[in-house]
Each structure stands twice: as C-alpha cells, then as structure tokens.
C-alpha cells in the first residue's frame, strides 16, 4: 500500500482545511488509516484513526470538535477535515495505515510523506 496525502497549506486561525490520503493497493477491513502530525521541536501526535470496515473513529483530545476523519472506500482516500483551526494545530501531517486497526505514532505498517499545516495570522 502507498499512501498519498495532500491538501496542506496556510490558514488563519479559526479557518478549515481539508487533508487528504489516497490509498493505492487493496486496503483489508480490519485496517486502521489515519493521521499523526509532528510541530517543529515536538514529538509525533496521533491525531485521528478511522477503521476502513466498519468506520469507527477515534481522536486525541485535543481535536475532538473541530476535526472530522471520514473515508471514501470507492476512492481508496481517507479524509481529514480541520475546523477552527488553532496556531495550536501547526505541524506535519503524516497519513498512515496499520493492518491491525490503529495507527499509532510507533505502530504503523505504511506511511504517506507529510503535508505542511500551518496556522497564522
């Protein structure tokens, strides 16, 4: 599986952007896909998971509110919706997939090259 993600960019705070992560290759049921993002100087953060089969989703704390994970299984792309976006929120964004149903920041089976979010006025 190859993972692509897209869709960062500069947003004010307050404002939305919409990542998202097309998956090549055949993509199990039980697979967990998300996202994990890293800020300048920090350690990695798991952000959002979704299960591919039943849909079932999962958020740090921190997001739960303002961020939305969905999938689109006929396109093989997991999506990551940002609202009220906080300077907070700035990071890499990295999509990623677990065959075991859960992306962790160590627990990953295949990764997408990161996305640049960035919030500021």
């Known amino acids: 599986v190859q993972l692509q993600a897209s869709g960062g960019g500069l947003v004010e705070p307050g404002g939305s952007l919409r990542l998202s992560c097309a998956a090549s290759?055949?993509?199990?049921?039980?697979?967990?896909l998300g996202w994990i993002r890293q800020a300048p100087g920090k350690e990695r953060e798991f952000v959002a998971n979704?299960?591919?089969?039943?849909?079932?989703?999962y958020y740090t704390d921190s997001v739960k509110g303002r961020f939305t994970i969905s999938r689109d299984k006929a396109k093989n792309t997991v999506y990551l919706h940002m609202d009220s976006l906080k300077p907070e929120d700035t990071a890499v964004y990295f999509c990623?997939?677990?065959?075991?149903?859960?992306?962790?920041?160590?627990?990953?089976?295949?990764w997408g090259q990161g996305t640049q979010v960035t919030v500021s006025s």
């Open positions: 990623a997939a677990s065959s075991r149903g859960m992306i962790t920041t160590r627990s990953a089976d295949y």
């Open positions: 979704i299960r591919w089969g039943a849909g079932t989703t």
């Open positions: 290759g055949r993509i199990f049921s039980s697979a967990g």
